[in-house]
């Protein structure tokens, strides 16, 4: 079986720890931590990276194995990634950054047509989408160079490009796979907000209210300390849970602050109120601690591989069973239970 050809946009800290992840499960193949290792017929090492493109200077220019470790990424250095002859090019820009992020990024722009000749030159099958939320002209610009360049795409920011149904259509029509959008880490505030809601209902147990606050370090934080963002994953967040219960419940979910000294943790508390027998009040604290970067590379390997696999299976455009199991936003929404048994039937079955 031939090997999947990644590329990916955006060295942040969620890349790092996908690139690490790689070659650490590679060499460490028996080792704990790793969900799925065969997803579509395909196991870790059969991924090989070919492109990268990023827009800040700390990195554009550098060696893939390099840029991952440089500036402003926090995730940290869990495995040492050998020289990859990767080298990270000059990505493209079509938002205005936010105050928060423009006083950080360095940037090193390119052009779009060298963009798309980067990916035509390196082929890749299935191009990663993982830039700053809240970029969204250029998330749509970069899916749109994917698809010139014969690539499948996987949006893993909040911006709606996989559930924007004329870039669907151009993706089907091109025989390619559209997967998105904003990824659900493995066990983040959100799922795990979704799957105490899924667990209650299981248990007879009415949700009347509940909150999550998040606080976390790494560039993703920082840039969702800018209000209009904020407020928009709030209310992706809270409508993603809100959904486990057909009835729904008053509910809140977000980030609320940053704390520089976390890195690329994040902190996360959560308070549940719901109603039981005769009306008797149960209520749930929660407090958990989970690095941003690792908690993301389970789900990153594991959609790239299903994408591809279902490219291979003659599919193109949306996938349901990708797409509700990896990503917050979605056309139909499906309970966890639901989105990780359709996923795991359809990828993960034994030959």
């Known amino acids: 079986m031939s090997r999947i050809r990644v ?8 890349v790092s720890a996908t690139i690490q992840g790689i070659y650490y499960y590679a060499s460490n193949p028996d080792s704990d931590g790793l969900w799925h290792p065969v997803v579509g017929g395909f196991k870790v090492d059969d991924l090989e990276v070919v492109a990268a493109l990023d827009i800040d200077s700390r990195k554009v220019g550098k060696d893939l194995s390099e840029a991952i ?3 402003p990424n926090t995730v940290g250095r869990r495995f040492d990634v050998p020289k990859m002859g990767v080298i990270v090019e000059r990505g493209i820009l079509k938002d205005e950054l936010n105050p928060h992020m423009a006083s950080i990024l360095k940037l090193e722009l390119g052009r779009d047509d060298d963009a798309l000749d980067t990916l035509r030159e390196s082929r890749p099958d299935v191009v990663v989408n993982a830039i700053s939320s809240g970029l969204d002209k250029t998330s749509s610009a970069y899916a749109s160079i994917s698809r010139e360049a014969g690539a499948s795409f996987i949006n893993l920011t909040p911006s709606p490009v996989a559930t924007d149904p004329e870039m669907e259509r151009k993706f089907a029509e091109r025989g390619l796979v559209l997967a998105g959008d904003d990824l659900m880490s493995q066990i ?3 799922i795990f907000h979704k799957g105490l809601a899924s667990f209650l209902r299981l248990r007879g147990v009415k949700p009347r209210r509940s909150y999550q606050l998040d606080v976390g370090g790494g560039l993703e934080t920082i840039n969702t300390m ?3 963002l ?6 992706v967040k809270s409508s993603v849970i809100a959904a486990e219960f057909e009835e729904g419940w008053e509910i809140i979910a977000g ?3 940053y704390v520089d000294f976390l890195g690329n943790d994040r902190v996360i508390h959560l308070h549940f109120i719901g109603t039981g027998f005769m009306g008797s009040e149960i209520m749930i604290e929660a407090h958990m601690r989970v690095n941003d970067g690792m908690n993301a590379g389970n789900i990153i390997l594991d959609v790239i591989r299903a994408a ?18 990896g990503f917050k936003r979605t056309r ?3 309970s966890v239970l639901e989105a990780t048994l359709a996923f795991e039937s359809a990828y993960c079955r034994s030959e």
Do not use: P, Q
């Open 332 to 334: 139909k929404w499906k």
């Open 255 to 257: 980030t609320s602050d």
């Open 188 to 190: 983040g505030g959100t």
């Open 226 to 228: 800018y209000e209009e």
């Open 69 to 71: 470790y440089s500036e």
């Open 308 to 325: 591809h696999r279902a490219r291979l299976d003659g599919m193109s455009g949306y996938v349901d069973e990708i797409c509700n199991y």
């Open 7 to 14: 590329a990916f946009i955006g060295i942040g800290n969620s």
């Open 230 to 235: 904020r407020m928009y994953k709030r209310k």
